[in-house]
């Protein structure tokens, strides 16, 4: 992709590696919000947005948006979309543990690159159903802000309790 920059001169951008960097990024940053709760905010809140389906909806949506389409995902170690659902149908004893739902991130974020090399970023079918006059790119783009939407809620609450995390820019691991 070629854009033109503030001056004037030719940018060119290799989105790919751009959207990996975000991902990774934006998945550090939920990672230190997971690490970081202290068991007795874990299941705190409201039903059903309690701290760690909050957390599990982020995760898992991150994951299923990340796809192709809704085809290309497959339910990790039985987290479904119960799990991380934050609407009134979801069941209210469905929780997972700070070790599992980090494992879970860890799952994705070593698929990041993976996945992303193989998108077709190029398509108009974002591929889930729901979204209509959306392109693929757009998508991707829409589950970045997605995500970090949920890292500012969760990020927040530490925040309330006086725990910070870390901003990260790019991807972290290999900065």
């Known amino acids: 992709m070629a854009i ?35 068991d007795h905010l874990w299941q705190s809140g409201a039903y059903p947005r309690t701290y760690d389906r909050i957390a599990t909806h982020a995760v898992f949506f991150t994951d299923l948006y990340l796809r192709q389409n809704v085809d290309a995902h497959e339910n990790w170690q039985g987290i479904t979309p119960d799990y991380a659902n934050l609407d009134d149908d979801a069941s209210p004893d469905m929780h997972i543990d700070k070790e599992r739902l980090l494992s879970y991130l860890e799952y994705v974020y070593g698929d990041v690159d993976r996945v992303v090399d193989d998108l077709d970023l190029d398509t108009e079918d974002p591929g889930f159903f729901w979204y209509k006059n959306i392109s693929k790119m757009e998508h991707q783009l829409m589950n970045l802000r997605h995500l970090q939407g949920h890292v500012g809620q969760l990020s927040e609450l530490l925040m309330a309790h006086g725990i910070d995390i870390d901003w990260v820019a790019k991807h972290p691991r290999n900065a």
């Open 4 to 38: 033109h920059g503030s001056c004037g001169n030719l940018v060119t951008m290799d989105v790919r590696t751009a959207l990996k960097s975000q991902y990774k990024g934006g998945l550090e940053m939920l990672r230190q919000c997971i690490d970081h709760c202290p």
